[in-house]
């Protein structure tokens, strides 16, 4: 269910895991996701479940399509943005999701401003600097003052987990330098996504890093662990009240 990592009386935040959903086998959990081998009728009730823990409407959703792109758009109705990787609100009861098995979930919110959004950042979402062109948006287009923003960076496979073959290792060396490839097979995306935020502004001190790896523990959806990359989606999501 839910864990919130966040909540004044302005704003909620938090990451759900795979457990107290209503899914039939075989997830048998709270799966998130519609279009992943689940049924939409078990996915609709798992977020009906998810509205009543915020005390929000189940129909007061915003999330994505996503599609490993480092497209970034506002939203101000409940519903499914297709083909982006993040949402931008400053609109109260309306909780935005970002949707994930074992890439990042990233939350963001600026108090002074009162905005908030999220961001899909997966392998490709990384390398294209998602986080980084997320904060810049909200500097340009909110007036946020970056100094300000909280992010949030969610449960993820982490760098021991996480082998990929060389010619992405090769193409991340010439993209982000060696900081990321770790044992020289495998990527530290957390890493990445902490360097990018940092990069813009953002203060060491409002960074906030899941350390758990998905991919080892069960309580969460691995789309690397899964067999046939059959599974749920677990989610972090972020609404102002
Ligand atoms: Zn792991």
Known sequence: MLQKVLETKRVVAGFTDRWDGVSKPPYNTLNLALRVGDSGKDVLENRQ?????????P?????????????????????????TDGLITTQPELA???????????????????????AHAG????????????IL???????????????YLGPSIQKECYRVDQKIIKRFKKQWGEK????????????????????????????FVSK?????NQNYFSYRRAENN???RFGGIIMLK
Not at 49 to 57: C, P
Not at 59 to 78: E, G, L, R, T
Not at 96 to 118: G, S, T
């Open 212 to 216: 758990i790896c998905n991919h080892c």
């Open 230 to 232: 059959r599974t749920g």
């Open 137 to 151: 948006k909200l500097q340009k287009e909110y007036n946020s003052n970056p100094q300000n923003i909280k992010v």
């Open 180 to 207: 990321y490839i770790y044992n020289n097979t495998n990527l530290d995306l957390p890493l990445l996504n902490q360097d990018q935020l940092l990069k813009t502004g953002i203060k060491k001190e409002n960074i």
């Open 59 to 83: 129909s007061n959703f915003a999330w994505m399509n996503q599609v490993h792109s480092d497209k970034i758009v506002p939203v101000i109705k409940s519903g499914e943005v297709l083909k």
């Open 96 to 118: 935005l999701m970002v949707l994930v098995a074992d890439c990042i979930p990233i939350l963001f919110y600026d108090p002074k401003q009162k905005i908030i959004a999220v």
């Open 123 to 134: 392998r490709e979402g990384s390398f294209l600097n998602i986080a980084g062109k997320m």
């Open 49 to 57: 479940l998810l509205a009543e823990k915020l005390t929000i409407k």
